[in-house]
């Protein structure tokens, strides 16, 4: 980092710190006046439904109210959590999870291997369409929930899926389920540390096999904290300590997730002492940030990849000589040194430097600035005259995503427009149905501390993040024999190759690869953050 940075570094911010229950402190308005209380920032998340729920702000509210069955210790390996054990056979196909006596859900139904086996059939069954489906396809059995009979000899009606329970999954007894994959994958045990992994009680489906339509308003999770009430939409979430939780005691009573829609408001009320923590210090706050907070201020690592996806569907942007160009005509140091002031650095591959396995430099050429070359080329593959950026505004881009387009003009001699629409979801469900959005503002948080995390979701043909719709066959197989190989020096090598089919493609530009920077109000302390961008919920206490 630029010495001109005046960070406070997070103790201990890499890892996932466990900590026992502590002290009580003051109250306030914004955590309902519960006693040992405290408020946390963030944007209004677009799910509550853990297999629904792919982004970061939904991520660290489930956090509160869910216990993950794994995990992770400060060099990325999970550890058992909700369960007690974890094993597989010695081809990493079959997996045996016990899970810990004794837990309950937050409205006193006993955790069993039933909740889990139900949550994960819901979250797989297609027409059910959550985000997370994606997650459980290695599953034996996933595609048939998926798949079509188109015709109509099977015993379903046609056009209907061929099941609605994956085979692969199991109840052995009341504490213990297996998990058969289709092919090996020796990291299936940190998969299972991913939010859509998360148990469901009874008390959360209508029927069968069927969600209650209003239960990601008040989720009923197996973690240490109950929500009170129900989502306030755009307002807040209050959740409140379990009584008699059977896991890690977190040290403060009451959290408020607090719903702001301009990271600008979010930080004026921090300095005012109105919020006790903001997870991400707005871009234009940076450099007055270390005089408003002081020692208050903190940096930790982060996994957060940030890019901008070409719409490769379109026959504008299907030259992958085009998507090139516009990368070697930006200046990602300018672009961190002037816009974040060095709080992020410039991409150079596409997965975050805090994996096992990623490379430095990993997209060459291709990531450096060079707008002699850049023009040349745009001019060569008959590049558009005009584009656009478009980025959600709740999110703190604006500042940005003009600095980039004011590079491409003076770089390639065409117009580059920013366009900000309100939400994240806004933005993706106008990218779902393919309406002209141009490039599209995206970021990704890993979901586990493995290569692939990166390269299955944002790139493979059915990628629950692909929004660009790229597809490469040979970079899917490369991707799925990495994730099959039972050796970790060989599931980098074959992944390592599936990253360099991307530089050769470029369906995304990388920007910056993030770090966790972050402030907090005087009421706290033992604020951390993690490589996944969540507060420590079970460190963070109340200060004096």
């Avoid at 992020?344 to 990993?362: H, L, M, Y």
């Avoid at 993706?428 to 599209?440: F, N, P, S, W």
């Amino acid at each position: 980092m630029p010495g001109k940075s005046p960070w406070k570094m997070a103790a201990g911010a890499a890892a996932i710190v466990l900590l026992a229950a502590g002290c009580s402190g003051s109250t306030s308005e914004d955590t309902e006046s519960l006693p040992n209380s405290i408020s946390i920032g963030i944007v209004e998340p677009s799910s509550l439904v853990p297999s629904n729920t792919v982004e970061a702000n939904g991520s660290q509210v489930l956090a509160s109210l869910f216990y993950p069955l794994v995990r992770f210790d400060a060099k990325g390996a999970p550890y058992p959590v909700a369960a007690q054990s974890i094993t597989a056979d010695k081809q990493k196909r079959v997996w045996t999870v016990k899970l810990r006596p004794g837990f309950t859900f937050s409205n006193g139904e006993p955790v069993t291997a039933d909740n889990y086996v139900n949550a994960w059939n819901y979250g797989a069954y297609g027409p059910h369409a959550q985000d997370a489906s994606y997650f459980f396809k290695r599953i034996d059995g996933y595609a048939d929930l998926q798949g079509k009979d188109a015709d109509g000899d099977g015993p379903q009606k046609p056009g209907e899926p061929k099941a609605k329970e994956m085979r692969g999954l199991k109840k052995v007894d009341n504490l213990t389920f297996r998990v058969t994959l289709t092919e090996g994958f020796a990291g299936w045990a940190s998969v299972m540390g991913y939010d859509a992994f998360y148990p469901l009680p009874k008390a959360a489906f209508s029927g069968e096999g069927e969600l209650k339509k209003d239960f990601g308003e008040a989720p009923i999770g197996n973690g240490p904290f109950k929500i009170k009430g129900k989502w306030e939409h755009d307002e807040k979430i209050v959740v409140e300590q379990v009584a008699d939780f059977k896991g890690t005691v977190p040290k403060v009573a009451a959290i408020t997730w607090k719903i702001y829609q301009d990271l600008g408001a979010q930080y004026a009320d921090l300095v005012a002492g109105n919020l006790d923590v903001e997870t991400k210090i707005p871009i234009e706050s940076l450099g007055s940030a270390s005089g408003d907070l002081g020692n208050r201020l903190g940096k930790s690592p982060s996994s957060a990849f940030h890019f901008v996806g070409f719409p490769v569907y379109e026959q504008k942007y299907k030259n992958p000589d085009v998507r090139r160009a516009l990368s070697m005509a930006i200046n990602r140091g300018e672009m961190t040194d002037q816009v974040f002031l060095g709080a992020e650095t410039p991409a150079n591959g596409f997965v975050s430097p805090v994996v096992n396995g990623a490379r430095p430099n990993a997209c060459g050429e291709a990531c450096e600035y060079n707008p002699t070359k850049a023009r040349q080329l745009y001019t060569a593959a008959d590049g558009p005259k005009d584009i656009k950026i478009t980025y959600n505004v709740d999110g703190g881009h604006k500042a940005w995503v003009d600095a980039m387009c004011n590079q491409i003009k003076a770089s390639l001699g065409i117009n580059c427009t920013g366009v900000g629409e309100p939400k994240l979801k806004t933005l993706l469900d106008k990218v779902r149905a393919k309406q002209d959005v141009g490039l599209i503002r995206l970021a990704w948080t890993m979901d586990y501390p493995l290569m692939e995390s990166y390269l299955g979701p944002l790139f493979t043909s059915d990628g629950s993040s692909n929004y660009y719709g790229y597809k490469n066959s040979t970079f899917d197989s490369l991707v799925r024999q990495g994730s099959a190989a039972t050796d970790t020096a060989q599931a980098v090598k074959l992944w390592r190759e599936a990253e360099d089919i991307l530089v050769k493609d470029m369906p995304v530009l990388p920007l910056r690869f993030g770090q966790n920077v972050f402030g907090y109000s005087e009421r706290v302390t033992d604020v951390t953050m993690d490589p996944f961008q969540k507060v420590d919920i079970y460190a963070i206490d109340i200060a004096g």
